[in-house]
């Protein structure tokens, strides 16, 4: 999800699955100002709702702006029979470990 998209699912009342643990941070002035300037123009969404969303949008941009990395591995070939190669950059990495912490909140969410 984009940011911009966020403005859409705001005004949609989008809603999530949330980790039962807690992440404590300090903004800047400017961003906590930015945060009341949101909750006052969407008033159906917490602070926390805000925090979180633009968060989650954020991640997304990070993820989908990590460098393709050619490896020397050919992993598939495309329509035209020319190899693809896998990625060694960052995005298998981040991947990994995101499944690998979704995997720790889920079973703790079982529990």
Same mark, same amino acid.
């Given at each position: 999800?984009?940011?911009?998209?966020?403005?859409?699912?705001?005004?949609?009342?989008?809603?999530?699955?949330?980790?039962?643990?807690?992440?404590?941070?300090?903004?800047?002035?400017?961003?906590?100002?930015?945060?009341?300037?949101? #909750?006052?123009?969407?008033?159906?969404?917490?602070?926390?709702?805000?925090?979180?969303?633009?968060? #989650?949008?954020?991640?997304?941009?990070?993820?989908?702006?990590?460098?393709?990395?050619?490896?020397?591995?050919?992993?598939?070939?495309?329509?035209?029979?020319?190899?693809?190669?896998?990625?060694?950059?960052?995005?298998?990495?981040?991947?990994?470990?995101?499944?690998?912490?979704? #995997?720790?909140?889920?079973?703790?969410?079982?529990?």
């Amino acid at each position: 999800m984009t940011v911009k998209e966020l403005v859409k699912n705001w005004q949609d009342q989008a809603h999530g699955t949330l980790t039962k643990d807690k992440f404590t941070v300090n903004l800047a002035v400017e961003d906590a100002a930015r945060i009341d300037a949101l #909750s006052e123009m969407y008033p159906k969404r917490s602070k926390e709702q805000l925090i979180s969303e633009l968060i #989650s949008a954020a991640l997304a941009e990070l993820e989908s702006s990590f460098p393709y990395v050619q490896g020397s591995e050919v992993v598939a070939t495309d329509e035209l029979g020319d190899p693809i190669f896998a990625d060694v950059g960052p995005t298998p990495k981040f991947l990994s470990l995101t499944k690998k912490y979704l #995997s720790k909140y889920n079973d703790a969410a079982n529990d």
